[in-house]
């Protein structure tokens, strides 16, 4: 954020979207979260991953550039609805009050119509692929619409949207392939974990919110003890990533790839302040940097 951007909840602003941006779209902009990227990335990363696995050398390009698209219009679509979901618990919390739907800037029907325009947009894009790819694609949207109201049943939504988030471990596979293989399967089985580490640590943001409104998180599950637990769930990730690349047969620059982002994440593990939002927060978009690591690791194990 620029020195120049101020925070009204945890909205920015003065950014470009103010600056360039017609009056009328901009709340449709901070609808979709084009403001704040790291969801976007942390929903591409996992597609790239499995297309750099599966691909014989270098990955397609056009491919890559057309996902990472399809992840700006589907993280766009997963939040827009997910505040619909959740708008009468935002217009309760302080740090979600301002958002859209919850200030009226987006009413709950147009936020459903851009939802729509959303999802037509994604299966445009998806159409792009081979069938197969089609029908995994067409396939998370049974883990994406239950998963706004998982934080109202159990205590570990973050298991489910680990679940939702990684789906591109398998899309990516099935989009160069035409068919599933075990090194998508494996890197799909590592990206819960992942989910569960960095999830956890953003929902320490707003743990005392969600207690009293009764919405439920892993953060408040697992407490003072979450950073034991992140000594599982990243530990776990890594193992399992490993195996994708072993099962990938990617070459050794792999490995000493792998065990630098295996550094960044015991960096989060030792240096959270779980009861510090602005450090879960940026600890949380931190996982940028682990993303590119672990795709410059495989993409430095099929061609050296």
Not at 32 to 60: H, K, Q, V, Y
Request: charged share 15%; proline share 5%; aromatic share 14%.
């Amino acid at each position: 954020m620029s020195t120049s951007q101020i925070l009204q909840g945890d909205i920015p602003v003065g950014n470009w979207i103010d600056r360039y941006v017609p009056a009328a779209l901009r709340p449709y902009f901070r609808l979709m979260r084009l403001d704040r990227p790291i969801g976007t990335w942390l929903l591409l990363f996992p597609c790239w991953w499995s297309i750099a696995l599966a691909s014989e050398r270098w990955p397609d390009l056009w491919l890559m550039a057309l996902f990472a698209v399809g992840a700006v219009v589907m993280r766009g679509a997963g939040c827009t609805f997910n505040d619909w979901a959740d708008r009468e618990f935002d217009g309760r919390v302080a740090r979600t009050a301002s958002r859209p739907i919850p200030s009226g800037a987006v009413s709950p029907n147009q936020a459903l119509a851009f939802l729509g325009l959303q999802l037509l947009t994604g299966l445009v894009i998806l159409m792009q692929l081979n069938d197969f790819a089609i029908a995994v694609g067409i396939a998370s949207l049974l883990l994406v619409f239950p998963y706004p109201f998982m934080k109202r049943i159990t205590y570990w939504p973050q298991a489910w949207l680990g679940l939702t988030f990684n789906w591109g471990a398998l899309l990516g596979w099935a989009a160069v392939s035409g068919h599933m293989g075990l090194p998508a399967l494996l890197l799909y089985a590592a990206g819960p974990f992942w989910t569960l580490g960095y999830d956890t640590i953003y929902a320490h943001q707003d743990k005392e919110d969600d207690a009293m409104i009764g919405v439920k998180s892993t953060a408040l599950r697992l407490g003072d003890a979450t950073v034991k637990w992140l000594w599982l769930f990243y530990p776990a990730t890594l193992v399992l990533i490993g195996a994708a690349g072993w099962a990938a047969g990617l070459g050794w620059a792999f490995w000493p790839g792998l065990a630098l982002a295996g550094g960044h994440l015991l960096w989060q593990i030792r240096n959270v302040d779980i009861n510090d939002g602005a450090d879960c927060l940026d600890k949380f978009k931190s996982n940028r940097h682990f993303g590119w690591l672990v795709l410059a690791a495989i993409m430095a194990g099929k061609v050296l």
